[in-house]
């Protein structure tokens, strides 16, 4: 079965860096992979979607890539602000297909330090 | 424009007891789906579905029921809570599934069986 890796490991970086986060998928290639953000105590939301023929995506600080010869995502924050410490969620489809069954990561937590 | 809302945000129960969570939105939103999060395991799909009179089981759905009876309504049924039911339960709600748009979460209901 499908198996989504994030770096359990928290991400602390300095004001004004590029924060780099990783999401890695074990099995098919899912037809799209979406990065949501938790902040404690609230609900996920949505930032990116990035579709199996897409390489790259971009909204403002945000970025995007999806390798799917190395299973791989990477979610990049560039000049990242202490208002973006948060917890950052991977989530793909349960199969190769569009069913809209999502399987979540566990998350990878971002510290910004100002 | 109220988005995906769930009540009740807190709930203790006993076990044995039954109780429904109720999530609504206002997006008309054909998808919707119901996950769990537990601390280590990350967001776990429960039950979901693509339309009013459509559900579908998720990753855990055993405890739970669902019905779908209109667009906007995805009540989530604990038949006869047990302590392993304690977890934080979120509502999604999505147009077209994953591969075209995010979800939108709702806040959670934060759940005790003791």
């Known amino acids: 079965s499908q198996k989504i890796e994030q770096n359990s490991e928290a991400l602390n970086i300095q004001e004004g860096k590029t924060a780099t986060l990783t999401c890695n998928y074990t099995?098919?290639?899912?037809?799209?992979l979406q990065w949501y953000r938790q902040d404690p105590g609230r609900g996920p939301v949505f930032l990116l979607l990035?579709?199996?023929?897409?390489k790259e995506k971009r909204k403002e600080r945000l970025k995007v890539t999806f390798d799917t010869t190395l299973k791989q995502s990477l979610f990049h924050i560039t000049a990242s602000q202490p208002a973006d410490s948060a917890t950052y969620l991977c989530?793909?489809?349960?199969?190769?297909?569009?069913?809209?069954?999502?399987?979540f990561g566990q998350g990878t937590t971002l510290q910004v330090k100002p | 424009n109220a988005g995906v809302t769930q009540t009740p945000k807190f709930q203790v129960l006993k076990t044995g007891q039954s109780m429904t969570l109720q999530c609504a939105q206002d997006?008309?939103?054909?998808?919707m789906s119901w996950y769990r999060q537990d601390p280590g395991m990350g967001l776990r799909l429960i039950h979901y579905?693509?339309?009013?009179?459509?559900?579908d089981q998720g990753e855990v759905p055993n405890g739970y029921n669902v019905s779908r009876s209109t667009t906007e309504d995805f009540p989530l049924r604990l038949l006869s809570a047990a302590p392993s039911q304690t977890s934080v339960y979120f509502c999604?709600?999505?147009?077209?599934?994953?591969?075209?748009?995010?979800?939108?979460f709702g806040s959670g209901t934060r759940l005790t069986v003791v």
């Open positions: 099995n098919y290639s899912p037809a799209y």
């Open positions: 989530a793909l489809d349960r199969s190769s297909s569009n069913t809209g069954k999502l399987i």
């Open positions: 579905s693509v339309g009013a009179g459509i559900t």
């Open positions: 999604a709600s999505s147009p077209t599934g994953g591969a075209g748009y995010g979800y939108t």
């Open positions: 990035i579709r199996e023929n897409e």
């Open positions: 997006m008309n939103h054909e998808y």
